[in-house]
């Protein structure tokens, strides 16, 4: 069987992401939404979905929580390499909990089976305020103090200022971002 790539869209803004990378119709990429039970699962069928944590449970803006979750069950994480893929791609927007919380967790979880690991992120944007900055910040930090291989970082605001006119649509400019992660992927994968 051919070598496959896994790629694990983290949070809502790693769902996006994963929303724009299935229009490429990748033959030799899985796909997976890991969340907590607090979000809506992708409605197609390119996208495996699971969710961490209890019912009723959502990691809400805490990356310490989400972090916990993951570890609890890192036993789920493992079972997705079973597949045996030659390398593995985290995606997620960082300035919340979930995302920001896990990628560290599940990059560290990947390392130790031997497999290449490689983050695909997004700074939050100047109008969501100092508070995500912080908490992207911190978690940018412990991403790239993880086991990971490389870190690929999209500014939202750089990218809105060059890519977006001046008064977008809020639900624009995240999906502005959304394409500018599935991009950064593609380019990885066909470079
Ligand atoms: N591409 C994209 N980015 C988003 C979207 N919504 C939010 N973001 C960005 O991603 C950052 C993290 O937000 P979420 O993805 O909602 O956070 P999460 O990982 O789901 O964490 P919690 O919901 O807090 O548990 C935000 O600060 C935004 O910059 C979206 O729909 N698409
Ligand atoms: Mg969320």
Do not use: C
């Not at 961490?52 to 809400?60: D, M, N, Q």
């Not at 031997?114 to 912080?134: D, H, M, T």
């Not at 990971?148 to 890519?163: T, Y």
Request: hydrophobic share 45%; no cysteine; glycine share 10%.
């Amino acid at each position: 069987m051919a070598m496959q790539t896994l790629v694990l869209g983290v949070g809502d803004a790693g769902q996006a992401a994963l929303l724009e990378i299935a229009k490429a119709k990748l033959t030799n990429a899985r796909l997976i939404a890991i969340n907590t039970y607090a979000e809506q699962p992708p409605e197609t069928s390119i996208i495996e979905s699971i969710h961490l944590g209890g019912s009723g449970f959502g990691a809400g803006g805490n990356p310490e929580i989400a972090a916990k979750v993951v570890q609890d069950n890192h036993a789920q994480i493992v079972g997705l390499l079973d597949s045996k893929p030659n390398r593995v791609y985290l995606i997620a927007g960082l300035g919340g909990g979930t995302g920001t919380g896990m990628l560290p967790v599940i990059a560290n979880i990947v390392h130790k089976t031997n497999i290449a690991v490689y983050a695909i992120v997004s700074l939050p944007f100047a109008f969501e305020g100092q508070q995500r900055k912080q908490i992207a910040e911190r978690g940018l930090s412990a991403l790239t103090s993880s086991h990971i291989q490389d870190v690929i970082v999209v500014k939202g605001d750089v990218m809105a200022s060059r890519l977006l006119s001046k008064t977008p649509e809020i639900s624009d400019t995240m999906q502005r971002l959304s394409q500018s992660l599935s991009w950064h992927l593609l380019a990885h994968l066909t470079g």
